[in-house]
């Protein structure tokens, strides 16, 4: 019998890649040598980077999702390791978005970062870049991750996204009115999509609107509830049920409360119109 080493996730920074890869290989039923020979490398290279002995290459973490059918998880999990340009906790609650069963998402001000185009979360950054808050590294790093991000809308199984956007989101032209057009006509083609629900929470809504900041609300795939927000400076992952429960709740009410999605589609495309008449 084989004795397999168990491997401590906070002994070394590399750890937990190690230990989500040899799980995904298992559960794929190969064996380390068949994982290396599908990916282009040795069998000692996997052996090596399961025991967190060396560091994982993009190049191996991307084929090793592609094989492994693990919808970008490693990728992600390479991007946190390699890169320091995310907010401190964001990279934790990003391991849990990847293998949610269901994401629900408040914005206010800026469109959430799951339905940005290349275009938006640049300028975003580039904004950032302009006050001395982000590096021209740290804001490539950034906007390259997103876009890793959402390729969990190309999983299997496709996780439902619900996402609820206040009215400002829509009206305030990040980028300027060619980037916003392009941003707009991606949330209509995402809201094409049976697993996406896009719902805008309009101005005249005043008081009633449940929510007065961002809020991301996670169910996993054993139902287990999380929450996520953020300050300035950092993110926080919340696990506790009586202080998630009431966040649900409060969403639900949300969903009821904001346009039905055929309204707000209307509402997208009639501001989307607004930008490019005044191009």
């Known amino acids: 019998m084989v004795n397999i080493k168990e491997i401590d996730p906070s002994s070394s920074p590399r750890a937990p890649f190690g230990i989500q890869l040899r799980n995904s290989r298992k559960a794929k039923g190969l064996l ?3 994982l290396a020979r599908k990916c282009g490398v040795s069998a000692s290279y996997v052996s090596f980077v399961e025991l967190a002995h ?3 290459s993009e190049k191996f973490a991307t084929k090793a999702d592609e094989v492994l059918e ?7 999990m390479w991007w946190q390791h390699k890169h320091t340009a995310l907010v401190p906790g964001f990279p934790e609650y ?3 978005e990847n293998r949610a069963a269901e994401v629900r998402l408040f914005s206010i001000d800026i469109v959430s970062g799951l339905l940005q185009t ?3 979360a640049g300028a975003w950054e580039a904004a950032n870049i302009r006050r001395g808050t982000a590096t021209p590294e740290q804001a ?5 991750f997103l876009m890793t991000r959402q390729q969990l809308l190309a999983r299997t199984p496709t996780p439902l996204l619900h996402a609820v956007l206040d009215e400002s989101c829509l009206r305030r032209p990040v980028g300027g009115a060619k980037v916003m057009i392009e941003q707009l006509q991606h949330l209509e083609q995402l809201a094409a999509s049976p ?5 805008v929470a309009p101005y005249s809504l005043g008081e009633e ?6 809020v991301t609300l996670l169910t996993m795939p054993d139902r287990k509830l999380l929450g996520y927000g953020e300050t300035e400076v950092r993110g926080y992952l919340d696990r506790d049920i009586d202080t998630v429960l009431p966040l649900f709740r409060g969403y639900d009410r949300l969903q009821i409360e904001a346009l039905n999605q055929a309204a707000s589609m209307e509402m997208i495309r009639a501001v989307r119109k607004g930008y490019e008449d005044g191009c």
Do not use: D
Request: no cysteine.
């Open 32 to 34: 380390q040598h068949q």
């Open 54 to 56: 060396r560091p994982p």
């Open 70 to 76: 693990t919808g970008g998880t490693l990728m992600l």
């Open 94 to 96: 990003a391991n849990h």
């Open 118 to 120: 290349h275009a938006y």
């Open 140 to 144: 490539e790093e950034r906007v390259a």
């Open 195 to 199: 697993s996406v629900i896009i719902q």
């Open 209 to 214: 609107r449940p929510f007065s900041s961002h």
